[in-house]
C-alpha cells in the first residue's frame, strides 16, 4: 500500500463523532478474528490496510491497556485475557442469553445431545451458549465460533421467519462454499429448505458443516416478531435416524425456544 493512500477510507469520514483512532484499534483486534497463530506488525498492519509504525503504536497500546501480548517466542501477538472480561460482560448483561439459560439447561439434560444458541448476525450465526455432548472437537466448544446463516439449521430457522425479499438479499450477498460435499450453495435449494421450515417450524440440516452430522434448528423471536437467535440441537448420524430425530428433537427445541421468547 502506499503511504500516501488514505487509511480505513471506509470509515465514515463524513461522521464528525467517529473516532477514527478507536476504528483504527477496533481493526487491529478484528485482524485475529480468522488467525491460526500470532500476527506479526506486518501481518496486522497488511490485515488492516494502516502502516506499520500505526499498527506498532495500536498494539504497544493494547498490549498497556492488557488486550494483546507479545507470543511466547516474541515472534507476534496474541489476544490477552482483557479481551475475556469484554466477552463475560457481554454474555452477563444479555437478556436473551440470560433468559435461555435455564431452557437450555433443560433441553440438554433432556436430551443428552449437544445444544447451542445462536445469535443471528446477518450473514453469520454466532453461537453464544455451547452446552456439550459426549464427543466434540475443539472449535465446538468455543462461545463466539460463528457459522454461515446459509448452511445451518438455525439460519434456515431464521431466514424462515424474515421476508422473501430480506431472504434473497441475504442469499445474493452470501459468500456461498461448501464446507462439506453436502453443503447447499444453490439458492433454490436454500429456499426450498426455508419453506420446509415454515412448513414444519423448524430446520433440519444434514451435514452441512460436519460430515456425520445432524441438526436440528429453531428460531427465536424478538417481541416484534424478527428472528434474533436460534437454538441448534447437533447429534450424529451414526446414532438416529433423522426421522426419529425429528421426532424427538423437535417439540422439545420449539418447547425451549418459546420459553425464551417469552
Known amino acids: ?84 472480561n469484554l466477552t463475560y460482560d457481554y454474555l452477563r448483561l444479555n437478556p436473551l442469553i440470560r433468559r435461555a439459560s435455564a431452557p437450555l439447561l433443560e433441553l440438554r439434560r433432556t436430551v443428552r445431545e449437544r445444544v447451542d444458541l445462536s445469535l443471528f448476525d446477518g450473514q453469520r450465526m454466532v453461537y453464544a451458549s455451547r452446552l456439550q455432548s459426549k464427543r466434540e472437537m475443539f472449535f465446538a466448544t468455543l462461545v463466539g465460533h460463528s457459522v454461515p446463516t446459509y448452511c445451518t439449521s438455525g439460519g434456515w430457522a431464521v431466514m424462515a421467519m424474515l421476508p422473501d425479499d430480506e431472504v434473497d438479499q441475504l442469499l445474493a450477498a452470501a459468500d456461498m462454499r461448501a464446507l462439506t460435499p453436502r453443503t447447499l450453495t444453490d439458492p433454490d435449494a436454500i429456499r426450498a429448505q426455508i419453506a420446509l421450515v415454515r412448513q414444519n417450524g423448524h430446520a433440519l440440516a444434514f451435514e452441512q458443516i460436519l460430515m456425520g452430522e445432524i441438526a436440528l434448528g429453531v428460531a427465536i423471536a424478538d417481541p416484534a416478531g424478527r428472528p434474533v437467535a436460534a437454538i441448534h440441537v447437533a447429534a450424529s448420524l451414526a446414532e438416529w435416524e433423522p426421522e426419529e430425530f425429528r421426532r424427538r428433537i423437535a417439540p422439545l427445541a420449539a418447547e425451549a425456544a418459546l420459553a425464551i421468547s417469552r
Do not use: N, W
Request: avoid cysteine.
Open 1 to 84: 500500500m502506499s503511504s500516501a493512500a488514505p487509511e480505513f477510507a471506509d470509515e465514515l469520514p463524513d461522521d464528525p463523532l467517529f473516532v477514527q483512532a478507536l476504528g483504527r484499534a477496533m481493526r487491529v483486534m478484528e485482524a485475529f478474528q480468522k488467525a491460526e497463530r500470532p500476527l506479526s506488525l506486518a501481518e496486522i498492519a497488511a490485515a488492516t490496510g494502516i502502516t506499520r509504525s500505526a499498527a506498532q503504536r495500536i498494539v504497544h497500546t493494547l498490549r498497556k491497556l492488557g488486550y494483546l501480548r507479545m507470543a511466547p517466542d516474541g515472534r507476534g501477538f496474541l489476544p490477552d485475557l482483557a479481551v475475556l
